[in-house]
């Protein structure tokens, strides 16, 4: 009987100690779980909280509408019914491939370069052929023999073997990206447009897709590149550069804006708070002065010519000389803002019409002649003795006129004649006349030597440190008095004829008329005097002199039938890096205004290194002609003679 309750008390101490042992392991346990709540809740509550938010909140970055550039499409210089939007945002196709999907490379290769590459690669090897000098001689003998047919022939087998060339290499990289393992993205073509998109889904390429992306789109391709630049990238941000892109990137660009919200178990987003969304501000509009069908005139006249001459660059500038609106601005060689990283070089983006300093030569006899009559030290029919050349102090060679080996000297000349016959000692007397000090004075009041302010990146000030020393040495004092050792850019030379066609006023050149905010408040820019630079009395006698340059001077060539057009050429000597000058290289310029008795315009033609020709009144004066005649007929100015 006691053996019997031993085993009982003994089986009951082990029931006790079994369920001690239980109620211990769930004690732990529960003092785990909450040490481990303890731990998520308070101590890591913050890591955790992000982590969970970062699953189920989204922040987002909203890219605001960036502002169109607006150009005038009439007559009237600011009529919002007759503007032109030259710069847009468009949405163009983001075509990518998923080579997993893909079963036939070479097959889908082939149907890509037909899509995209094969119209292009035709087209560039024809323009290549057509620059070639070989197939533009007609009387160049082919390895064929014979002749034109031979030629013609000769030319379509190179014509043949470049496009296979170009064509093999295409496919060959559309391969290499096609056949790529364990690739779910590669990207194809960026910027694709709706009509090649079109093809593609006619051909229904398996493992080859798109998306929808935004991009900057500039409908006149090369036309005013150097006006409005182009917008790039800054890591993942969009940011302009040059031009007005750059210059008003701020205004452009607008304001971002962000969003806050959850995700719901389906993945759409669901805004809690409207304070968690900040809408963003869109860009603003510009609308610019620039005439479209002037700008396309000009541009296309300047490329023309520049070909034409085989100059290797040039510029248009027009102005409203009573305003100081640009009417018009174009440079040579060009590019398209659409595909800005095909250039050779980034130089190409700089603005030439404002970036470039260079030399202007004689036209700028224009200026000393307009401190001379301003000063009254001299006066259209004051003379001088000129012999052709003349010595400078400290100088050991003489300086001579431009026609001095087939003239010599023209004796007793007047000022008139100084600017029709383009005397540079002529030039020298009158600068002599008006004194050093003096001369820098009206220079400067010209707006040479320092930047014009207008509304675009990488603008110069050009140099006139020459004339700004304490002792100016007389060499440099006589050759700046025709435009030689001092630089100046094309818009701050077009701009001091503007003052001298606005009756000696000197304005402020610009080129945004408008500037149009989101909310549709408009920013009028108003046109701003500078100073008085001459007096109407010097400005109208230098306007008569000029009218006389083109009537019986260098510059016959910018008469045009009805008009009295004043103006003046340049051709300007090369400055060499190693000092001195460069052999056989110029610059020629011509700046003129029409009708010269109350000015529509003031148009500055520069032409860089032109092959054809020695002097200005060949190349560039009658590249004004004709772009002065369009200009005249498109603002129907009545005819003054």
Known sequence: MMVRNDRKRTKRADKDNR??????????????????????????????FVLASSQQQVYNKLEPERGRIIVQDGRELINSSSNYAAVINKDFAHVYAVPDKITDPS????????????????????????KSEYFRASSTASPLGGGQAAIAEYRQIKKEAEIKLRRDSKLQEYVSKLSKENDPYEPIKNKVDDQAIEKLNQESIEGVDYFYEKYRYYSENNIGSHLYGFVGYEGNNKVGRYGLEGFFDEELTGKYGSIKAERSASGKLIIINDREYNQPVNGSDLILTVNRSIEYYACKKLNEAAVRHGADGGSVIIINPKTGAIIAMCSWPDFDPNNYNKVASARHYNNPAIFDQYEP???FKVITMAAGLDAEKVKPETTYND??????????KPIKNSDFETYGGHGITNMEQILEASLNTGAIFVAQKVGAENFLNYVKDFGFGEKTGIELETESSGNISPLARKKVRP??????????????????????????????????????????????????????????????????????MMVNVVEKGHAKRAKLD????????????????????EEGQTIHTF??????EDPKFVMLVKLDHPKDAPFAESTAVPLFGEIAEFVLNYYQVPKER
């Open 562 to 581: 009805g008009y009295y057009v004043a103006g003046k050429t340049g051709t300007a000597q090369v400055a060499s890096k190693s000092g001195g000058y």
């Open 387 to 396: 012999a052709g050349s003349v010595m400078i102090e400290g100088w050991p």
């Open 107 to 130: 097959s889908a290769a082939e149907k890509l370069y037909d899509i995209f590459d094969k119209e292009n690669i035709e087209q560039e090897v024809e323009d290549l052929l057509n």
């Open 475 to 544: 060499v440099e004092f006589a050759t700046a008095s025709f435009g030689q050792g001092i630089t100046v850019t094309p818009l701050q030379m077009v701009n001091s004829f503007a003052a001298i066609a606005n009756g000696g006023i000197l304005m402020q050149p610009y080129i945004v008329g408008e500037i149009v905010k989101s909310d549709g408040q408009r920013e009028i820019t108003q046109p701003k005097q500078i100073r008085r630079v001459i007096s109407e009395r010097a400005a109208l006698l230098l306007s008569g």
């Open 361 to 363: 030569g004689s036209v």
């Open 19 to 48: 369920l001690k042992i239980a109620m211990a392991v769930i004690f732990l346990l529960a003092a785990a779980v909450a040490a481990k709540l303890f731990n998520l809740q308070v101590i890591q509550h913050d890591l955790y």
């Open 591 to 596: 700046v003129g205004f029409a009708p010269s």
